[in-house]
């Protein structure tokens, strides 16, 4: 299993970003496909969850109605596109099939204030 997550970079309050990750070696459009980040010194908390076919979406209260959550199955891939940045969404952003039964290696997102 593969999880090649891109994206992140170096942007300033109120910017926005999309991260993607493209998944290989798994039946990609039966899982719930997610989003978690870690920052610095801090443990690796959820972000935002959708389920096989976008009908059940999760969000942490911390993104809610700034972060929007999708998925292409002909793709193998999810996204999240991040809007409203704030320097608190500093972190690495791990994208994860099934509530962490595979991770991907991460991307670095940062905002300046």
């Known amino acids: 299993v593969q999880l090649q997550a891109s994206g992140g970079g170096l942007v300033q309050a109120g910017d926005s970003l999309r991260l993607s990750c493209a998944a290989s070696g798994i039946a990609f459009s039966t899982y719930v496909m997610g989003w978690f980040r870690q920052a610095p010194g801090k443990e690796r908390e959820f972000v935002s969850a959708i389920n096989w076919n976008g009908g059940s979406i999760y969000y942490a209260d911390s993104v809610k109605g700034r972060f929007t959550i999708a998925r292409d199955n002909a793709e193998n891939a999810v996204y999240l596109q991040m809007n409203s940045l704030k320097p608190e969404d500093t972190a690495v952003y791990y994208c994860?099939?099934?509530?962490?039964?595979?991770w991907g290696q991460g991307t670095l997102v940062t905002v300046s204030s």
């Open positions: 994860t099939v099934n509530w962490g039964r595979y």
